[in-house]
């Protein structure tokens, strides 16, 4: 797995924008593709989406794909797997209004997931699970690294369903 981490606001506001987020997650999620096919899949302009692809291009999150079909169209794919983030950022001008976009389109992905999950006729497979836990920062960054290696041994498995596995460590605010 690669990771692309963004050490500075202008990388960080560049990848905000809601389309680009779009972009990037679909070439991460179903691989390579032309701007004019990510375009019909998100109701788009070509034009739009090959701006915004090569804004991406720009700051690294994509690059050419290793196989073009052909010379006449250009297929982009994700340079990394995943990105993160430093919450150092939030300190540097600009970067907390940044950091809180991106955060706000990730909850409203995690919000259409979830309305999804819950219209299945079928939900057998899929569920949540919420735990308790009492962890130092340390402890979190540590809990963090082992829920990733774990992941990352049944990313290269192949499923007969495509998922998304969201995992958050968030404060409890309230008592239950």
Known sequence: MTRHVVEDVETLKAVTHPLRLRLLGLLRADGPA????????????SGSTSYH???????????????????????????????????????????RAALEQINQFQLDQLTVGLQAWRELDDPTGFGHSDYKLDLDPNDLRELSE????L????????GSEPVRLHVLALPRTTTP
Request: aromatic residues 8%.
């Open 34 to 45: 032309t701007a004019t096919e990510l375009a019909r899949l998100l109701g788009e302009s």
């Open 146 to 149: 082992e829920i990733t290696a």
């Open 151 to 158: 992941i990352d041994r049944y990313r290269e498995r192949a």
């Open 53 to 95: 692809l090569r804004q991406l291009e720009r700051y690294g999150f994509i690059t050419d794909a290793t196989e073009q079909r052909s010379g006449r169209e250009r297929r982009w794919q994700a340079a990394h797997d995943m990105t993160s983030f430093p919450d150092s950022l939030a300190a540097l001008p600009g970067g």
